[in-house]
Nanobody, 124 residues
Framework: QVQLVEFGGGLVQAGGSLRLSCVAS????????MGWFRQAPGKEREIVAA????????YYADSVKGRFTISRDNAKNTGSLQMNSLNAEDTAVYYC?????????????????WGQGTQVTVSS
């Protein structure tokens, strides 16, 4: 059983930056692909970015390409999401997910484990 805990959410002005971290325990993060999702009020959870088990392959939603960067450090069992040029549309609860296996996964239903989420609020 893998437990995921997210850190780094908060309130930021439009144009600002935040860095989210996801710490995994109870397993070996190098066995899992990881992803960041977000859910805004009244909307479904959606993929933001995903990364393969090795970190070589990444995926970004069109809405965040060029602004967000996903990374991971398997030695520290952590994943990160660097978010730059934030805007009000990025306001949501952000979730870290883990999927056993090597490949990038982008579907919500494909993930095996989830963190509790961290709120990101961008003021305009």
């Amino acid at each position: 059983q893998v437990q995921l805990v997210e850190f780094g959410g908060g309130l930021v002005q439009a144009g600002g930056s935040l860095r989210l971290s996801c710490v995994a325990s109870g397993g070996t993060s190098s066995s899992y692909a990881m992803g960041w999702f977000r859910q805004a009020p009244g909307k479904e959870r959606e993929i933001v970015a995903a990364i393969s088990r090795t970190g070589i392959t990444t995926y970004y939603a069109d809405s965040v390409k060029g602004r967000f960067t996903i990374s991971r450090d398997n030695a520290k069992n952590t994943g990160s999401l660097q978010m730059n040029s934030l805007n009000a549309e990025d306001t949501a609860v952000y979730y870290c997910g883990a999927k056993q296996g090597p490949y990038v996964r982008v579907g919500v239903n494909e993930y095996d484990y989830w963190g509790q989420g961290t709120q990101v609020t961008v003021s305009s």
